[in-house]
């Protein structure tokens, strides 16, 4: 059976992409997050391929290939470059520890589970059962955003969103219509620039990657708080 | 009357063949780094050896650690003779309950840690420490993997387990491969194998089971030595048995039997060079990087459960 | 459908040319310019639209009701006088050296792709696009906000951009829902994001769904309207970005996204038929009102207190669309029209007595009828205005808010007033040292041009007295279309 092995295959891509963002909370070094970064978007390629295949949609074969230039190998190229000409190899220094970090995270994806459930019983698609996932993907990479100090993780847990959201897109609804999906890779992309150029500002203004660094400059005016 | 002689024959072949399955490890990562290795029967030396040399006693042990090699080898053995290896449904495996294995296997830890803490030694007590340390962690995480496994056979019975298995038909089962990835995790750990623990050497700073056993010497050292093998047998076997149990005997038939045996031979084959060409490849972690590697088992295996519910109990 | 494409063509043109042109003084008379000629081709467009109702535009992708094509052109228009108002302004910044020329070309490009991001948004019929040109108009203003290169600005571009783009995500995975449990009813395609086909459909529409997918697009897009407890960002992008992008961002940014979420309201109230959406937008309305009200008396920076108050009558307006009754949505829109006028025209003065004064810090800020009689006395009108003094028009809105709460739910009215009379407190304790006494030695004389500001405070004048009937009309075909879902919903649920 075609449709159940296509569904099996983006089952198990969901597994890994939900992997994929544990991973990405777990890791010290800035490099390895990287490494699991760029994962996430060959992940997100493949199962932009296999759901191509599975629904036999054209349109989703040219997301699939431009998610795999795009977050698989231009996104990750970039952030490499900028982690290598700015020297942030160092270990990234959570704000909470790891085990408080992962079990936050647990309690999330089920929280994410919970929630979606129900919706799950309406749909007839192939891919339904990966939207639980998707949420709590969606919701790791913002706890990446929350609980990291460095300007640059804190734009990796971003794209690492937005990746699970067009994970969710893709792998529970089969792709949304070509033109929002070009839309949004534009976002993506001019985002990225646009962070990139900010590391080179953030560093040269405040000989620093720490985002509190850069709050410091804020809390004189932040007499609300 | 046959089914009790082949589950009496699988206890004993588990138990006979472990120093040689060590022995195999040994030699398959002598080879991986050009050296020509003891031998697979170098643990059986080593074994016969100690059991023919004198015991020597602290003075002001106590019976505690007399004692502790007997217990410790007695519940690892019958741990490892209910789990199956060829038949699946032999008498003693009714009683084959995961969570029971388990607890016998946290018993024997349990006496190990205090006969390690009974002469008072500082590395005797350091060794138990950091063995109760990761055992915390290392035990959830291996129940939590196996919860995931249950959880489609509706049991934690080996037997119900294995036969569920070799049942349903083959599918991608992603709770499986995180079950798995944890279980082998926690196995790596549980044996002392590298990366969490090095079995070959005495380095006093990262040494847990060795520093635990360091005031044993005889056949009391015999026991314990032997008992860490065949854990390392038994973990072999339980992950064979929970992942892939294809060609198990359902029949106490001789030509299944030996079907069975070949292949359970091979599978464990296959294994144990996996672990010897992991650690050829690995560095052993820091010790305080251990925790993390444990959590992290565990939360694969939880991974494991969610993606269970999430994928799979709909379908 | 000319019209309709001149309009968004014309800024998106603009932006472009701008890029090229050196001059800085060429450069802003040719933004000025295409401010005008988009303002009168989008007015243009809006007499057409209020005769034909509503129109579609481009084979269905683009829709225009009286709801959208009436904050077109209060976007154009804002735009168009924000133009004129940052001609001398930016001059002003350029002969300081607060900008270079490479980043005044910068600053004129993005603000006409600013527009164009506003414009596509209102027009776009499609609530994935939707999502995409609010996205730009962020980046855009990113970019403006970071323009000083100061450490704080710098600072408060990174805050602005993490966490909207935080919320913004939380709004597509809202949209991805939508589309989730659209596509199973009309079919695999853009169909499933139009707006108008999701709108006739809406009773359809899995209503389990759009609960959670309106709690993801309340968060999301409201962190864009800047509510609180989202607002984190709002006071430092406004207080570090220049005037005239503090004045953008306040008078129409926060509209697109406040605009972007009623439209989901209206798709979630068809769905379910229960005021669940409008009782979550009521609760966030009031919260921002209170936080708001009460953190103004804390500032001591001119434009984050404006800041603050743009989240208060964010507040007041996306109250007033929860209560979704006609008569407070005609209230909410009236509310939008003439606080984007008074708020804009407030910053223009704001930035016009920062630069007199050379500091932005309130305690600073001293004597200004004496020093200059036309920012203080605008700046004193403004603050009268914004307030609710009963001549302008948010005191009209106001009541017809208060009206409407006391009809539908009373008890809401006491927190409203508190809230209000806690922010008027706050407001005129900070501005009556700031435009009265003695002017420090150190002010200097700017050149400003008040006449943007007078013309948005008179604009926001004519409500208060008598609203034009051509302009109610309108306001009240907008306020049926937008509760006539609620109607419907509530019908057949």
Redesign the interface.
């Known amino acids: 059976m075609n449709g159940t092995l296509v569904q099996q295959l983006v089952d198990g891509l969901a597994a890994l992409m939900l992997l994929t963002s544990f991973a990405l909370l777990a890791q010290h070094r800035m490099i390895s997050v990287l490494h699991w970064f760029a994962g996430q978007g060959l992940l997100l390629a493949v199962t932009a391929a296999i759901v191509a295949y599975g629904t036999g949609s054209d349109e989703l074969y040219i997301s699939a290939i431009m998610t795999l230039l795009l977050k698989g190998l231009l996104l990750p190229w970039l952030l490499w470059r900028v982690i290598r000409q700015l020297q942030v190899h160092r270990e990234v220094e959570p704000l909470l520890n790891s085990s408080l970090t992962m079990l936050i995270a647990l309690g999330v994806t089920l929280f994410s589970f919970h929630m979606i459930q129900p919706i799950e019983k309406i749909s007839q698609l192939i891919t339904r059962d990966s939207m639980a996932i998707a949420t709590a993907c969606v919701l790791l990479g913002m706890l990446m955003m929350i609980t990291r100090r460095k300007a640059i993780t804190q734009v990796i847990g971003f794209l690492a969103v937005e990746n699970s959201l067009f994970f969710a897109a893709i792998g529970s609804t089969n792709g949304m219509p070509l033109v929002v999906e070009i839309g949004i890779a534009f976002d993506v992309l001019i985002a990225a620039l646009i962070f990139g150029l900010f590391f080179f500002q953030i560093r040269t203004t405040f000989d620093s990657l720490e985002v509190e660094a850069m709050n410091a400059h804020l809390i004189h005016k932040d007499d609300d708080e | 009357m046959s089914s009790i002689l082949i589950q009496i024959i699988q206890a004993l072949l588990l138990l006979l063949l472990a120093p040689l399955a060590t022995g195999f490890v040994s030699t398959c990562k002598a080879r991986l780094q050009n050296r020509r290795g003891a031998g697979l029967l170098q643990p059986w030396r080593n074994l016969r050896k100690l059991f023919v040399k004198e015991v020597v006693i602290a003075s002001h042990a106590s019976w505690l650690f007399r004692t502790a090699p007997y217990v410790v080898f007695t519940a690892t053995a019958i741990a490892a003779s209910v789990v199956p290896a060829m038949l699946v449904d032999t008498p003693l495996s009714l009683t084959a309950d995961v969570i029971a294995l388990v607890a016998l296997l946290a018993l024997a830890r349990f006496f190990l840690a205090l006969a390690g803490m009974d002469i008072g030694t500082a590395f005797g007590g350091m060794g138990a420490s950091r063995e109760m340390t990761f055992a915390a962690l290392a035990e959830p995480a291996m129940l939590m993997s196996i919860f995931v496994l249950s959880l489609s056979a509706h049991s934690t019975n080996l037997t119900t387990m294995i036969t569920h298995t070799i049942h349903t038909s083959f599918a991608l089962h992603p709770s499986l491969a995180f079950a798995m990835v944890a279980m082998l995790m926690v196995a790596v750990a549980e044996n002392g194998r590298i990366p969490v623990d090095n079995p070959t050497t005495h380095l006093e700073l990262t040494m847990i089971h060795e520093a635990m056993i360091l005031e044993y010497s005889g056949r009391h050292l015999a026991l314990m030595e032997w008992a860490s093998m065949i854990k390392l047998m038994l973990f072999a076997t339980l992950i064979i048995d929970l992942f892939m149990p294809w060609g198990m005997a359902m029949q106490a038939t001789p030509a299944a039997l030996a079907i069975a045996l070949g292949l359970w031979l091979l599978k464990l084959a296959g294994l144990l060079l996996a672990l010897a060409l992991a650690e050829t490849a690995l560095a052993k972690l820091r010790l305080f990087e251990v925790p993390e590697y444990l959590s992290g088992a565990f939360i694969i295996a939880f991974l494991g459960l969610l993606s269970y519910y999430m994928l799979e109990a709909g379908v | 459908m000319n019209l309709f494409v001149a309009t968004l063509l014309a800024p998106l043109l603009g932006g472009v040319l701008l890029a090229v042109i050196k001059d800085p003084q060429r450069a802003a008379v040719f933004n000025i310019a295409t401010g005008i000629v988009t303002f009168a081709v989008s007015l243009l467009l809006a007499l057409e639209v209020l005769d034909t109702r509503a129109v579609d535009a481009m084979n269905g992708w683009f829709h225009l009701d009286a709801y959208n094509v009436f904050l077109v052109v209060l976007t154009t228009f804002v735009s168009m006088t924000t133009s004129i108002f940052s001609m001398p302004y930016m001059r002003h910044e350029l002969e300081t050296g607060r900008v270079d020329l490479p980043r005044l070309r910068l600053y004129h490009s993005m603000f006409q792709l600013f527009q164009f991001g506003m414009l596509l948004g209102f027009t776009t019929n ?1 609530i ?2 939707l ?2 040109s609010l ?2 108009a962020t ?1 855009a203003t ?2 403006l906000v ?1 323009l000083y ?4 600005s ?6 602005y ?2 966490l909207c ?2 919320g913004i ?2 709004a ?2 809202g949209t ?2 939508v ?3 659209s ?2 009813i009309l079919g ?3 169909i ?2 139009s707006w108008t086909a999701l709108y006739a459909h809406a009773s359809e529409l ?1 209503p ?2 759009m609960s ?1 997918a309106f709690c993801f697009l309340m968060v999301g897009y409201g962190t864009k309207v800047g509510l609180a407890p989202m607002h984190a960002w709002l ?2 992008a406004h ?1 570090e970005g220049p005037t005239p992008v503090s004045a953008v961002l306040s008078g129409l940014l926060l509209n697109l996204a406040l605009y972007a979420l009623v439209r989901c309201k209206m798709l979630v109230d068809g769905s379910t038929g229960t005021d669940m959406a409008g009782a979550i937008m009521m609760g966030f309305g009031l919260l921002s009102l209170f936080v708001a009200a009460l ?1 103004l008396h ?4 001119i434009k ?1 207190m404006f800041s ?1 108050s743009s989240i208060e009558h964010m507040g007041l307006m996306t109250f007033a669309f929860g209560i979704g009754t006609q008569l407070s949505t005609f209230a909410a829109l009236l509310h939008m029209t003439v606080h984007s006028l008074v708020k804009s025209g407030i910053f223009f003065t704001a930035g016009h007595a920062a630069q007199a004064m050379g500091t932005q810090k309130m305690a600073e800020i001293r004597g200004l009828i004496q020093h200059q009689p036309g920012i203080g006395w605008g700046l004193l009108i403004g603050v009268a205005a914004i307030a609710g003094f009963p001549p302008f028009g948010i005191f009209t809105s106001e009541f017809l808010l208060f009206t409407a709460a006391l009809e539908s739910c009373a008890w809401t009215t006491l927190p409203l007033l508190l809230g209000l009379l806690i922010a008027m407190a706050g407001l005129f304790r900070f501005v009556q040292p700031m435009v009265y006494g003695e002017p420090p030695a150190t002010a200097t004389s700017v050149h400003v041009n008040m006449v943007p500001v007078y013309i948005h405070f008179g604009l926001a004048l004519l409500p208060g007295i008598a609203i034009p009937l051509f302009l109610a009309d309108w306001y009240q075909q907008a306020a049926t279309l937008i509760t006539m879902s609620a109607i419907a919903g509530g019908g057949g649920g």
């Open positions: 499609n994935g696009v999502w995409v996205e730009l980046l990113v970019l970071s290169r100061t450490p704080a710098i600072a408060a571009a990174w805050k951009f993490i783009g935080m995500a939380l597509l995975f991805v829902l589309f989730f449990t596509s199973a695999h395609g853009n499933a994001l899995d389990a769904v959670i006071p430092d207080g953190s804390r500032q001591r920076d984050r603050f």
